[in-house]
């Protein structure tokens, strides 16, 4: 029998699979293409002689008789070249046989060919726009395009400026162009085009922003460079009346002058940093014997100027001779110690070489010097540009130095001292010429000749900057900083908006299904549900930043300072995450959890201490406008589509706005609960659908428990095609509390079937038994079949708790425990959170639970096992938990009217057929009856041994043997009655016994059980 089965199905097996014929295909449509495109791509008008002169049939048949021609693929080629590009839409053909390649690779992977369609029909009018438009510019211009555009793009191009002139053929061409394009570009066209133009916004301020810079820094070399200039004049004048008043030379030696003055130089140049603090309190009083030194200088110079040696060491410009017209006076500027090696750096150390060439000057070549000294303002850059050289650190030391001297120019040292200063920059301090009469100075004390090296904390700014130094005093705005930092404190925290994730749509969602053989099944559409009203909804500015403000002030009432905050807008509810200062405790926030609701006037706060993951707090605070997340917003997207999850249920939106999906065989099994009007009956809805869309009706049926018998009534329709029921029962949905009893142990049963079923296949779970039935390594004459996923969908748990509560939880508990491997789930909802409801054996298995709005943190507790749902805002806002993991989502919403055409479009459709659970009998459910009486006690039998052996029928005595209360022992009385086991009631009196002893009751049971 078995051979002859075999014999026939290999007898009936095709050669080839379907598999494999799909893929010659698919190869054969990509080397057709790629041999089309090669063909277009190498036409040659010279060709077209010869494909004329030559029939195609003989040229095909005897192609030597013909002249070669240029194209890749002969003369065939350069027919079809000749007959397609310049006889039809020119080199647009080419997207054609493209188009077939991609139409053939797709075959190949046996990817879902639909998707195609919709860009194929687009190619196709693409390329007949493309020749149209080539046409226009050929008849415009009057170049020759046909080759370009084809017959027909110069026909309809030539045609459209006939009738509409060669303007409004144009623009009648672009708007199809642009037509095409929002066609073939995604939905959110708009935002692509508000994000090119905040580009272009955002060039314009930088580029608006390097201008300004450009523009300031040209200003201040301007300034500096005037600045520089009116110095160099004002040290020219003083100069002039320095020269004046020095009418003859006296009569001294030079060279007592002369070592005078060096001793003088090097001990100035050798102690300036030792004596900052002597040169301070010097500055205002000039020295005695510096109109001395002068003319002894001078006479020196006159007389017999000494000879040059080559300058060395720090000794290089104390050996410089003075002259009569040029200043001898080193210029000595005091440099960081961070640049060179911390000793005073002199200008004339840095260009002796330039100033040599003076030295030899003779006193009638001196009267040009003050002109060469003009060119000071060159020797200046020269000189900050080695200083820029001998230290990275030399700019930043420059600074701090200029505001210390700014410090002290304005006090009243420096500006009585500013008269007797000259030089643009405090390089160079000469004495004035009405001195006090000379007096001897000490050893140690500097001369006039050699001024005392500044320091930075200490000089006094020179005279010519004594005016510019009251602008740099500290103005009124300056004075007003301290006090405007205590209501600073919490506006200098900005407030940063985090951007929504943008979910990939998609219009088309069918999803590849493993069935053991084809059935015709085609997936709901998305056009069935209904497009959200506002894809973009606007950000209330004003509403953050007020919120932050109240935010802020609350907790800086209590000292807790925040470093930074930032805000996740929701659908819902927003996020703010406050970044703590260092050393403030969490809990100091969470404590003001009522405060801030109170002090915001929201209707609830949530906080979370700290984020996941994130080193902040979370304060979620209800928006005052809610978005509506309805249900195609979460299944029209590309995550949907390409999940790879088995059961893939809708959940929501997070905060960030991301889709939220959850594999229900990871779960396994989900508790839903929430107060009534919370969104528990919508959400319930969602989840069904969503697992319509995303499965085959061969791979998924429900078991609907509806004891409410209007809330899930909408899917009474689907009996053969989502939907499994005993075949004892005739209703769909089932509404009656005692059949779903006997339906959950009809469930149970399937259980221990299926489980026989894995055991005699040697496989794990159901993925691995369908896997093993498809590759046709187990028979269905032995009983195996193809196993859908088994979804029981309770509606209200509640109800059925309280009637039948015994005969609910003890089934639930089974397949919550054991039903996983075997591809059956639980989806329970309830709306009365309680203990005696929702129990701890029920809690243990069910570790994936959804909480929706609930009236108090004992109800969140119930559910959670923490508090939470009891600050939730209703209408779909829920928490989600999976194991330890906590999210709040917003449930997308689906209206009954959606639900109703998405059942009836899957209802219309043959060829399904139904799914039968064992019936009630085989689980164990139904009416037991013994002896005659239907309905017995499951204490029946022990009952009447105890009456056959005290021979008393009596109520009372049944009650205190058998520990049950008065109504069940007289129900038991009465069945006894009916039995023929005792008599019937007989005043105050015990009814009489009519069986005489046990094994006479023994013969009646066993010849009822025969």
């Not at 004992?858 to 600050?871: F, K, N, P, V, Y």
Request: proline share 8%; hydrophobic share 35%.
């Amino acid at each position: 029998m078995a051979s002859s089965s075999s014999r026939s199905k290999n007898a009936s097996s095709p050669v080839l699979s379907t598999r494999r014929k799909m893929e010659v295909l698919g190869l054969v449509l990509m080397v057709v293409g790629l041999l089309l495109s090669l063909a277009f791509l190498t036409y040659q008008p010279a060709d077209d002689a010869v494909a004329r002169s030559a029939p195609l049939v003989e040229a095909l048949l005897n192609p030597s008789d013909y002249p070669p021609v240029e194209n890749a693929l002969g003369l065939l080629g350069a027919e079809l070249a000749r007959a397609l590009v310049p006889g039809f839409i020119g080199y647009s053909i080419l997207l054609y046989s493209l188009g077939l390649m991609v139409w053939g690779y797709a075959i190949f992977r046996e990817w879902l060919l639909r998707p195609l369609l919709y860009s194929s029909g687009l190619v196709v009018l693409s390329a007949f726009v493309v020749a149209a438009l080539i046409g226009w510019f050929a008849h415009t211009f009057e170049a020759d395009l046909t080759r370009w555009a084809g017959a027909v793009g110069m026909g309809v191009a030539g045609w459209m400026q006939g009738v509409f002139g060669p303007p409004g053929s144009f623009i009648l061409l672009m708007l199809v162009v642009a037509v095409m394009l929002l066609l073939v570009i995604d939905h959110d066209i708009q935002k692509s085009v508000d994000r090119v133009i905040d580009a272009l916004k955002h060039i314009e301020t930088t580029v608006q922003s390097w201008v300004d810079a450009w523009k300031e820094r040209r200003a201040r070399t301007k300034e500096t460079r005037r600045n520089r200039k009116e110095a160099q004049r004002k040290e020219q004048e003083a100069r002039r009346k320095q020269q004046a008043t020095q009418t003859e030379p006296e009569e001294s030696s030079p060279t007592h002058a002369q070592d005078e003055s060096l001793p003088q130089e090097t001990t100035q140049a050798r102690s300036a940093s030792d004596e900052a603090e002597t040169t301070a309190s010097s500055a205002s009083t000039p020295s005695p014997s510096s109109s001395q030194a002068k003319a002894n200088d001078k006479e020196g110079e006159a007389s017999s100027p000494p000879e040059k040696a080559p300058p060395t060491g720090e000794e290089s410009a104390d050996d410089t001779p003075p002259s009569a017209n040029q200043d001898p006076r080193p210029v000595t500027i005091q440099v960081s110690e961070d640049a060179g090696d911390g000793r005073p750096l002199r200008r004339n150390d840095l260009f002796r070489e330039q100033l040599q060439d003076r030295e030899d000057t003779s006193p009638d070549e001196a009267d040009e010097a003050p002109t060469e000294e003009l060119d000071i303002e060159e020797l200046a850059d020269e000189f900050d540009e080695a200083l820029r050289e001998s230290s990275d650190d030399a700019d930043e030391t420059r600074s701090l130095d200029d505001d210390s001297k700014e410090a002290i120019r304005s006090s009243p040292a420096a500006q009585r001292e500013a008269p007797n200063e000259e030089g643009p920059s405090g390089d160079t301090a000469s004495s004035s010429p009405e001195a006090p009469p000379e007096e001897p100075p000490p050893p140690s004390s500097p001369s006039s000749d050699a001024p005392p090296v500044p320091d930075p904390s200490d000089t006094p700014a020179p005279a010519e900057e004594a005016p510019s130094a009251a602008p740099q005093a500290p103005s009124p705005e300056d004075e007003e900083d301290p006090d405007e930092e205590a209501p600073s404190e919490t506006d200098g925290v900005e407030l940063t908006v985090k951007e929504q994730i943008e979910e990939e749509k998609a219009d088309e969602i069918e999803r590849p299904a493993e069935t053991p053989e084809e059935v015709e099944y085609e997936s709901p559409p998305l056009d069935l549900l209904e497009e959200p009203t506002d894809d973009d909804p606007t950000l209330d500015r004003e509403e953050l930043e007020q919120n932050k403000r109240i935010i802020l002030d609350k907790l800086d009432t209590y000292n807790i300072k925040i470093d930074d905050i930032s805000a996740v807008v929701g659908p819902t509810v927003t996020r703010y995450e406050l970044t703590p200062a260092a050393g403030v405790k969490v809990s100091r926030i969470t404590s003001l959890e009522d405060d801030l609701a109170m002090a915001l006037a929201a209707p609830s706060v949530r906080m979370i201490a700290p984020i996941p993951g994130k080193s902040a707090v979370g304060v979620e605070i209800p928006n005052s406008n809610r978005e509506l997340v309805r249900l195609r917003e979460v299944l029209g997207t590309a995550k949907f589509r390409d999940t790879d999850m088995t059961l893939p249920m809708p959940m929501g939106k997070t905060i960030e706005g991301e889709v939220f999906l959850a594999d229900l065989t990871k779960m396994p099994h989900l508790l839903i609960a929430g107060a009534t009007g919370s969104g528990k009956s919508v959400g319930l809805n969602s989840l069904i659908t969503g697992l319509i869309y995303a499965c085959h009706p061969m791979n998924l049926r429900f078991v609907v428990i509806d004891p409410k018998k209007i809330e899930l009534q909408q899917y009474t329709a689907l009996e053969t095609q989502f939907v499994a029921q005993p075949e004892d029962i005739d209703q769909t949905v089932i509404t009656d509390i005692e059949e779903a009893s006997g339906v959950l142990k009809s469930v149970e049963k399937e259980m221990e079937e299926r489980y026989d079923l894995l055991s005699e296949a040697s496989v794990r779970g159901i993925d691995g038994y369908n896997e093993t039935f498809k590759a046709g390594e187990l028979s269905p004459e032995d009983g195996h079949r193809h196993m859908p996923y088994v979804v029981v969908v309770v509606d209200e748990l509640a109800d059925l708790m309280m009637a039948v509560g015994d005969d609910i939880e003890g089934p639930i508990s089974r397949l919550a425990q054991m039903a996983r491997a075997v591809g059956i789930h639980l989806v329970l909802a309830t709306q009365r959170p309680s203990v005696d409801v929702i129990t701890g054996v029920i809690k243990a298995n069910f570790p994936s639970r959804i909480a929706y709005e609930v009236a108090s943190m004992a109800d969140s507790r119930t559910i959670l096992d923490q508090g939470g749902a009891e600050g939730l805002v209703g209408n779909g806002d829920l928490l989600y938990l999976s194991g330890s993991d906590l999210r709040r989502l917003q449930g997308p919403f689906v209206s009954v009217e959606e639900v109703e055409e998405v059942v009836d479009f899957v209802s219309e459709q043959p060829g399904v057929t139904p799914y039968t659970l064992p019936s009630l009998t085989d689980a164990g459910h139904g009416p037991d009856e013994t002896l005659g009486v239907t309905d017995t006690d499951e204490n029946f039998e022990e009952a009447a041994r105890i009456t056959v052996r005290r021979q008393q029928g009596s109520v009372s005595l049944l009650q205190r043997k058998l520990a049950v209360g008065y109504t069940r022992a007289a129900r038991i009385v009465d069945q006894l009655e009916e039995a023929g086991i005792v008599g019937p009631h007989n005043g105050t009196k015990a009814r009489e016994v009519l069986v005489d002893d046990e094994e006479e009751l023994d013969r009646l049971l066993e010849g009822e059980d025969a």
